[in-house]
């Protein structure tokens, strides 16, 4: 299943991120997870985050910044804040008069134009990359897929349970809040199917308790590039990463790993 890295295509830049919002019931936070297109090449049919690969128009963005984040950097958030804008309908990692009529017609008006710096202008609104935290960068090279995405992760917190959300029926059949313990449920149960990078982020989420538990551990770890790599265990062959990069689980019997 392995490959030479001097083999691997080019990853294709991406950027994902886990919104968090507060239980109703006071329990563990939920998580927004969405359900890709059967039709899509990559994780058709799987259980994954919002997100997507980063446009030229994000770089472009991202290098008229300026500010403390290098332009690549800024233009991986900017492709997070214009995708969940556009899969989701929410408004994160924006400034300005924000409402839930505003982010309808927000997502209308991105989707006519496909350029996130129209909607700004439009909507008098700023970027404010500070409500997205890294929490790690995932680029599966030594793997055969039909698509390599060198992709960042992201966290967020709406800090509230009143949200509107509405599937964009062209890349995402379903959009779902749940805990990350239910969702690592539901994966057991078969009711949904998650990628190998997808369920050990499941199982990292599934530590906290609250955002700000998230938050501090995401900053306490510095982000590093995640390689799944082959090992051994007991005879059998694994797909294994890092000791040390914050997951509980690093490995799973390459027999039962999903891929995209």
Known sequence: MSINHEDAPAGIPAATVIIFRNARDGGPPEILMTIRSREMVFAGGMAVFPGGRVD??????????????????????IAV???????????????????????RAARRYLMQTGD?????DHFG??????????????????????????????I??????????EADLSENTHLFWTTA??????????????????RRNLERLALFEDFAAAKEQAE???????????GEREGKTWLEIGEDLGYPV???PLDTVARG
């Open 56 to 77: 030229p128009a994000d770089f472009e963005l991202g290098a008229m910044m300026g500010g403390p984040l290098d332009p690549e950097e800024a233009a991986h958030q």
């Open 81 to 103: 804040v214009r995708e969940t804008l556009e899969e989701t309908g929410l408004a994160i990692g924006l400034s300005g008069d924000i409402d839930a009529e505003k982010a």
């Open 116 to 120: 996130l710096a129209s909607v700004l």
């Open 125 to 154: 609104w700023e970027l404010d990359l500070a409500q997205l935290t890294p929490f790690a960068r995932w680029y599966p090279k030594n793997e055969r897929i039909p698509r390599v995405y060198d992709t960042r992760f992201y």
């Open 156 to 165: 967020a917190d709406l800090g509230t349970g009143a949200v509107e959300i």
């Open 181 to 198: 313990q239910g969702a690592l449920d539901a994966a057991e149960r078969g009711d949904i199917k998650v990628i190998f990078p997808t």
């Open 220 to 230: 306490r770890i510095p982000v590093r590039t995640i390689t799944p790599h082959m």
């Open 250 to 252: 690093t490995g799973e």
